[in-house]
């Protein structure tokens, strides 16, 4: 009988977010060398058969991690730590302190993200990068600018900075962006609403399924990623794959993907800085040294960190680690 594992995640696929996406695609990446299942909670009716989890965010999964702790000990047990994990709850939060010590491996998404552990933490972590399949980079109008910010609408992704962008870009016809994700806070919802009518380059689309986002990520002159905090965002590596530019907040979680030398970010909730980055875009947008080439030229040397099959020999060597350490 193959060996079984199981991926816990705060967020199945009604929620259509990070951990979703994350949590489905290491399933699929481990079908063929074990069973795994995925689930929200553990244990559950087929516990019995799991000798191997992997739990997605410290505090939202620290029940399930406590009761694997408690019925097979570390090992076996594997972390992956969220952006909310490494830049919030890890330090203030007693749950998720708690999972740190619990785990026999500790994942992080991008090359900075170690450092956010505490010391006694760090030799049991290692880096995965996660992966997007490459997409084909479409012809795109000169006639406009288009720049799409994607993320469901909550603090930690900090739309407040796009909205005073698009007030600052309020009128230029030429620069055109497009906003994708749900209300996850409703006085966010509110405030996108209230930006694009007195915007007309500004669009809230609303939560989109996961084709649509990629399509329009490949349709994009340039993703805008805004956020305070993130453990490794998958809109921008699949911007990435897809050989379109980024504009990205200066913080650990994007300068962990991108890289320190990267030119396309902008200070975290400066929305100037970011309606000037997009000014400078749309002026060089037909120009093989303006700003949109040179971020191209940038981001397609990082991309084969984020190909696929290198995402899958890492998760597979973190599950082979997991099992051989909880052999019966």
Same mark, same amino acid.
């Given at each position: 009988?193959?060996?079984?594992?199981?991926?816990?995640?705060?967020?199945?696929?009604?929620?259509?977010?990070?951990?979703?996406?994350?949590?489905?695609?290491?399933?699929?990446?481990?079908?063929?060398?074990?069973?795994?299942?995925?689930?929200?909670?553990?244990?559950?009716?087929?516990?019995?058969?799991?000798?191997?989890?992997?739990?997605?965010?410290?505090?939202?999964?620290?029940?399930?991690?406590?009761?694997?702790?408690?019925?097979?000990?570390?090992?076996?047990?594997?972390?992956?730590?969220?952006?909310?994990?490494?830049?919030?709850?890890?330090?203030?939060? !007693? +749950?998720?302190? $708690?999972?740190?010590? @619990? /785990?026999?491996? &500790? *994942?992080?998404?991008?090359?900075?993200?170690?450092? #956010?552990?505490?010391?006694?933490?760090?030799?049991?972590?290692?880096?995965?990068?996660?992966?997007?399949?490459?997409?084909?980079?479409?012809?795109?109008?000169?006639?406009?600018?288009?720049?799409?910010?994607?993320?469901?609408?909550?603090?930690?992704?900090?739309?407040?900075?796009?909205?005073?962008?698009?007030?600052?870009?309020?009128?230029?016809?030429?620069?055109?962006?497009?906003?994708?994700?749900?209300?996850?806070?409703?006085?966010?919802?509110?405030?996108?609403?209230?930006?694009?009518?007195?915007?007309?380059?500004?669009?809230?689309?609303?939560?989109?399924?996961? !084709? +649509?986002?990629? $399509?329009?990520?490949? @349709? /994009?002159?340039? &993703? *805008?990623?805004?956020?305070?905090?993130?453990?490794? #965002?998958?809109?921008?590596?699949?911007?990435?794959?897809?050989?379109?530019?980024?504009?990205?907040?200066?913080?650990?979680?994007?300068?962990?993907?991108?890289?320190?030398?990267?030119?396309?970010?902008?200070?975290?909730?400066?929305?100037?800085?970011?309606?000037?980055?997009?000014?400078?875009?749309?002026?060089?947008?037909?120009?093989?040294?303006?700003?949109?080439?040179?971020?191209?030229?940038?981001?397609?040397?990082?991309?084969?960190?984020?190909?696929?099959?290198?995402?899958?020999?890492?998760?597979?060597?973190?599950?082979?680690?997991?099992?051989?350490?909880?052999?019966?």
């Amino acid at each position: 009988m193959p060996d079984q594992a199981v991926i816990v995640t705060p967020a199945l696929g009604d929620a259509n977010n990070g951990n979703w996406q994350t949590a489905r695609r290491w399933a699929r990446f481990l079908a063929g060398i074990c069973r795994v299942r995925v689930v929200k909670t553990w244990p559950d009716g087929e516990a019995a058969g799991d000798r191997a989890m992997i739990a997605l965010h410290a505090r939202r999964s620290a029940e399930s991690i406590a009761a694997w702790q408690r019925e097979r000990g570390s090992g076996g047990l594997a972390l992956v730590l969220t952006g909310t994990d490494l830049y919030r709850d890890i330090r203030e939060d !007693a +749950a998720a302190q $708690a999972s740190l010590a @619990r /785990a026999q491996a &500790l *994942v992080v998404l991008q090359e900075l993200g170690v450092r #956010a552990l505490p010391p006694e933490y760090r030799d049991k972590a290692r880096t995965i990068f996660q992966s997007a399949s490459p997409r084909r980079t479409p012809a795109k109008t000169e006639r406009h600018l288009r720049a799409v910010m994607v993320g469901h609408l909550r603090e930690e992704k900090s739309p407040g900075t796009l909205f005073a962008a698009a007030r600052l870009l309020a009128d230029r016809r030429d620069i055109r962006i497009d906003h994708i994700g749900g209300a996850l806070d409703p006085g966010l919802g509110a405030e996108a609403e209230a930006t694009a009518s007195r915007c007309p380059g500004y669009r809230w689309l609303g939560p989109l399924p996961h !084709a +649509a986002v990629r $399509a329009r990520i490949q @349709r /994009a002159h340039v &993703l *805008v990623h805004c956020s305070r905090m993130e453990g490794g #965002a998958h809109a921008v590596i699949e911007a990435a794959a897809s050989g379109t530019p980024v504009l990205a907040s200066r913080i650990d979680g994007n300068v962990g993907l991108l890289g320190e030398d990267y030119g396309g970010y902008f200070a975290w909730n400066d929305a100037a800085a970011l309606a000037r980055l997009l000014t400078e875009c749309r002026a060089g947008q037909a120009s093989p040294s303006g700003l949109l080439e040179r971020l191209g030229r940038q981001l397609a040397a990082r991309a084969p960190r984020f190909a696929p099959a290198t995402e899958q020999a890492a998760v597979r060597a973190l599950l082979r680690d997991l099992l051989a350490r909880n052999r019966p």
